[in-house]
């Protein structure tokens, strides 16, 4: 667990790295165009490079969001899922118990039973 956790946290740095990277190309850019002297064929072409890497931007974002959803999915609460798991399989083992006890006895004897 603890060798998954330290992976999960060099894939989160690494994905932050990538992200603030990405952040300041596109600022880089972003102050190219503010430049007085750039022509319009030019400025149109940085214009959809930052299009592009806004979109990259929000893929990773949303990439994030699934994996933290799935992560919370999957590590939950283990103790709540054993307490479940382990309720199930009483009540499993209760109901099988039941039927191989009360199988063989036709209905009437049953009810003799119950009276």
């Not at 899922?81 to 209760?94: P, S």
Request: proline share 2%; no cysteine.
């Amino acid at each position: 667990m603890q060798l998954l956790n330290k992976l999960l946290k060099e894939e989160y740095s690494l994905d932050n790295e990538i992200l603030r990277n990405r952040t300041q190309q596109m600022r880089g850019l972003h102050s190219l165009i503010m430049q007085k002297n750039m022509g319009a064929p030019d400025r149109a072409e940085l214009l959809d490079k930052i299009r592009d890497i806004e979109d990259r931007i929000e893929a990773q974002l949303v990439n994030r969001a699934k994996g933290e959803n799935q992560r919370r999915l999957f590590t939950s609460n283990p103790s709540q899922i054993d307490n479940d798991v382990r309720r199930e399989m009483i009540k499993l083992r209760a109901q099988r118990e039941s039927e191989e006890k009360y199988s063989h006895m036709k209905l009437k004897d049953l009810m003799a039973k119950k009276s």
